[in-house]
């Protein structure tokens, strides 16, 4: 591990979560996307529209040879001349060398990525040619100093004051910071450069194979200019851009400014093939196709899909690590979780090592993609790279290999922990101050402290009064419900049984391997996937039940894919895989049983908050909410509902506390403008981090599980 880069980064972090401002800003535009984004689909099928990209998007990587030569046919006979760079210095040197033959000192810039990914305004400043960036936000950027810190808005961190003062050290005078009059600015200063200028450079949304021909698809009038005045237009292209037809390119221009800005249409879509005419002057149309990683990546099983990105940033607007210390952080060249990937394979893993850790997992990023890229789990499978190449530290190792997989052992030193804690828990059940270098942990929110009695050890003693059983289940705790909230499960089984369902616990269970993932160590994961479906398969259960949606998605997504090329384990871990079920879907939906929680005598008021692997990984949101309304209680829905709280297992308490405190900050504000007296979930980790910041703060809100609700109901109609 490189401890400078570690340290440099460290920095950033904790400069941008002391600008409040900054967050305030990245959180307003995220929410105001939101809105916007759900209006411009209004209409449209937006799983059917990103199902058929995906679709093409994967057929062109499939046939990229033959679609590249049938694109460099086309573009060649429109008397477009072709350059194929197979990395970011080729890129750059056929350009620079193109601007001297052409006597250049000036290029006109539009919007591209791909020139920012190479660097090409250093290379040309380096061969004696000015590059001036004409879209408005990379324009303040450059002048700035800084790089882009999104992919479609590069100045989005930028406030108004700072833009003023900017523009003002140009004109030389002072300008007032009114955005329309800041606007009309810019273009006053940029317009003649597009008639001085020999080259003009832009970038292309999409490579059309049929025609030869690229699009460019902008809100600014500045791609039109900077690719028709100057003599000379060079576009570089990621060979990634690539579509088939002039269909498949339409279909991206209809989701592109929907998924990017919430726009309908952006204001200017742009369709070249071969040089533009401009009056009677001679034009040059230069297509400059970029490898620079990109076929690598083609090569990565694990990673390959992400190639079918369309560059809209939408991964960032809803990312709430994004929203916390954007892109300049949570990014190298490319930003977000997208970022993290071509940073990767463009410019090296080790700048991509932080950024992959400072991925929480919430799969916000995978709910909006419109290329229906799995985008958390090539970044997982990246953590496991970058645990391979750098270790995951020797404490992390000894855990997962040495301690985890050993069941008894594992369970042998929690149950210690509930002894050595009592000094600071002085009883309770809530630690609230944690002593020496530990302190931090306990200053943004309460811990849960280690149970006297885990539920594996409680469960025989709970009575099944349940005489001829609709089903038999087995219960996954894993390891929040069976060591901290064992209460838990004692619930449910009070639940099952009120509507004739029989439980028993697997005591050879073990963790369901998400920790060990998440920080990159999946030889730990993969034994602990085999440990837990001889477990859970043993007493040939008709279901098996989670109140944990982690464990839930391990269960059913993660074993199998472990374990889909192993002979011996494949059909086991699919069997496991089909009869795992939430145990809120598994009461509404199986057992129809919610009219059994109705007529509560003490209503509340409740709000849900939507864990992240419950709603985006598991497709579950409605099923609790409905159990909450028929108990007789009054739903209040909170804002940002199914905005992650900032927990992600040791993100929060290893990882990357700083930023888990300030998101969880914001889930904690959402919850008390709610006016609810209680906040319900559906998962042990939201709870321990959610409750715990409810109690730090002091507000009056009880923070349960849904299953703990429904059997309060029970227990109240009791007594009733």
């Known amino acids: 591990m490189n401890k400078q880069r570690t340290k440099d980064y460290r920095k950033r972090v904790d400069k941008a979560l002391a600008t409040p401002k900054l967050q305030d800003a990245l959180h307003k535009f995220g929410d105001a996307f939101l809105l916007s984004r759900e209006k411009a689909f209004a209409g449209h099928d937006f799983e059917d529209l990103r199902g058929k990209i995906s679709a093409m998007k994967t057929q062109v990587r499939e ?16 008397g477009t001349i072709i350059y194929q760079a197979k990395d970011a210095d080729d890129a750059n040197r056929y350009i620079a060398e193109l601007a001297k033959k052409k006597n250049t000192t000036l290029a006109v810039k539009s919007k591209s990525m791909v020139s920012e990914e190479i660097h090409l305004n250093k290379a040309l400043e380096n061969a004696g040619i000015r590059a001036l960036e004409t879209d408005l936000g990379e324009w303040i950027v450059q002048l700035a100093g800084q790089q882009p810190s999104h992919m479609v808005m590069p100045a989005i961190h930028m406030f108004k004051e700072e833009v003023a003062e900017l ?61 028709t005045l100057p003599k000379v237009h060079v576009a570089l292209i990621g060979i990634e851009k690539l579509v088939p037809t002039l269909e498949d390119a339409a279909r991206i221009v209809q989701v592109l400014p929907k998924n990017a800005t919430g726009q309908l249409l952006t204001s200017y879509v742009t369709w070249i093939r071969g040089a533009v005419p401009c009056a009677d002057e001679e034009k040059e149309l230069h297509f400059v196709l970029l490898d620079n990683g990109r076929s690598s990546l083609a090569e990565s099983p694990q990673c390959q899909d992400a190639l079918n990105c369309i560059r809209c940033g939408a991964c960032a607007n809803v990312c709430p690590v994004y929203q916390t210390v954007g892109g300049h ?7 977000g979780a997208i970022g993290i990937i071509l940073t990767a394979f463009y410019h090296g893993l080790d700048n991509a090592a932080e950024l992959v850790r400072a991925c929480i997992g919430c799969r916000s990023c995978v709910s909006v993609c419109p290329s229906n890229i799995d985008l958390e789990e090539i970044i997982l499978h990246l953590r496991e790279t970058v645990g391979d190449e750098e270790g995951i530290g020797a404490g992390k190792t000894l855990v997962f290999r040495k301690v985890m997989q050993n069941r008894k052992l594992f369970h042998a030193m929690i149950k210690a922990a509930s002894l050595l ?27 849960p402290a280690v149970a006297n009695t885990a539920l594996r050890d409680a469960f025989n003693s709970k009575p099944q009064k349940v005489d001829k059983p609709r089903y038999r289940v087995a219960l996954f705790g894993g390891c929040a419900n069976d060591f901290l909230y064992p209460e838990l499960g004692l619930d449910l089984v009070e639940v099952m049984n009120a509507l004739d369902v029989e439980v028993f616990y697997p005591k050879e269970q073990n963790c369901c391997g998400i920790p ?8 730990t994961a993969v034994e602990l996937a085999k440990q837990n479906i001889n477990a859970m398969l043993a007493g040939n259960p008709d279901y098996v039940l989670t109140t944990c949606p982690t464990c839930a998605m391990a269960l059913k997504h993660n074993f199998v894919e472990y374990l889909k ?58 099923e609790p909410r409905q159990l909450i309304e028929k108990s007789g209680h009054e739903l209040v829905e909170m804002a940002h509902a199914d905005r992650c709280c900032g927990f992600g297992g040791s993100y929060s308490l290893t ?59 029970l227990r109240n109609k009791q007594v009733s």
């Not at 046939?63 to 429109?78: K, P, R, T, V, Y």
């Not at 000094?423 to 309770?428: F, K, M």
């Not at 609810?676 to 409810?694: F, K």
Request: glycine share 6%.
């Open 63 to 78: 046939n990229h040879a033959e679609l590249l030569q049938q694109f460099i046919a086309n573009a060649e006979a429109a």
């Open 565 to 622: 090329d192993n002979p011996a384990w494949a059909e086991r871990a699919e069997k496991l895989s089909s009869i795992t079920i939430d145990a809120a879907s598994f009461v509404l939906n199986e057992l129809d049983g919610a009219d059994m929680f109705a007529d509560l005598a003490n209503k509340e008021k409740i709000t849900y908050h939507d864990s992240c692997h419950l709603k985006r990984g598991v497709g579950v949101w409605q």
């Open 167 to 227: 523009f003002s050290k140009e004109t030389g005078k002072q300008e007032p910071a009114d955005i329309e009059h800041l606007v009309e600015v810019a273009r006053e200063q940029l317009r003649q450069s597009y008639f001085e200028a020999e080259i003009g450079i832009t970038g292309a949304n999409v490579a059309i194979a049929e025609t030869g021909g690229i699009a460019l698809v902008t809100n600014e009038g500045n791609a039109r200019l900077a690719s």
């Open 421 to 447: 804690q009592k000094p600071v828990t002085r009883g309770e059940r809530t630690i609230r101050h944690l002593p020496l270098f530990f302190s931090p942990l306990t200053e943004w929110r309460t811990l």
């Open 655 to 713: 990882s990357h506390p700083d930023i888990s405190k300030k998101i969880l900050q914001d889930k904690v504000a959402d919850i008390a403008a709610s006016g609810a007296t209680c906040v319900a979930m559906d998962c042990p980790g939201c709870m321990m981090q959610i409750r715990g910041g409810l109690e730090k703060a002091e507000t009056p809100v009880r923070a349960q599980h849904t299953v703990e609700l429904l059997a309060e109901a």
């Open 516 to 523: 060990a993932i998440y920080s990159g160590e999946k030889e």
């Open 329 to 335: 952080v949570f990014g190298h060249v490319y930003i």
